[in-house]
Nanobody, 122 residues
Framework: VQLVESGGGSVQAGGSLRLSCAASSYTYNTKCMGWFRQAPGKERERVAAIYSRGGSTYYDEPVKDRFTISQDNAKNTVYLQMNSLKPEDTAMYYC?????????????????WGQGTQVTVS
């Protein structure tokens, strides 16, 4: 499976963006989809994840109550709605797929990655 992100761009603080992650095909082995971000000089960190089979969602502290992850299984697409954006949200955003249903926070539990989409908040 291949993952392709889109929807990044430049926005002013307080604004919103919606990222999309389209999978090239359905993969039975995929149990969890995650969104990660990486700012220059920083580690790649997870921001949100969704259990592919049941829809349970997970959010990491910096984005709680501002970001929403969702999925459209008919379209093999996962979304990340980002509201109340802050300059510290500036990063390259990646989606990733995991065979592990526990939706771990560690990037090493995700085996398929997209190429990333840049989000810049000023």
């Amino acid at each position: 499976v291949q993952l392709v992100e889109s929807g990044g761009g430049s926005v002013q603080a307080g604004g919103s963006l919606r990222l999309s992650c389209a999978a090239s095909s359905y993969t039975y082995n995929t149990k969890c989809m995650g969104w990660f971000r990486q700012a220059p000089g920083k580690e790649r960190e997870r921001v949100a994840a969704i259990y592919s089979r049941g829809g349970s969602t997970y959010y990491d502290e910096p984005v709680k109550d501002r970001f929403t992850i969702s999925q459209d299984n008919a379209k093999n697409t996962v979304y990340l709605q980002m509201n109340s954006l802050k300059p510290e949200d500036t990063a390259m955003y990646y989606c990733a797929a995991s065979r592990d249903a526990l939706c771990h926070t560690s990037r090493y539990n995700y085996n398929v990655w997209g190429q990333g989409t840049q989000v810049t908040v000023s």
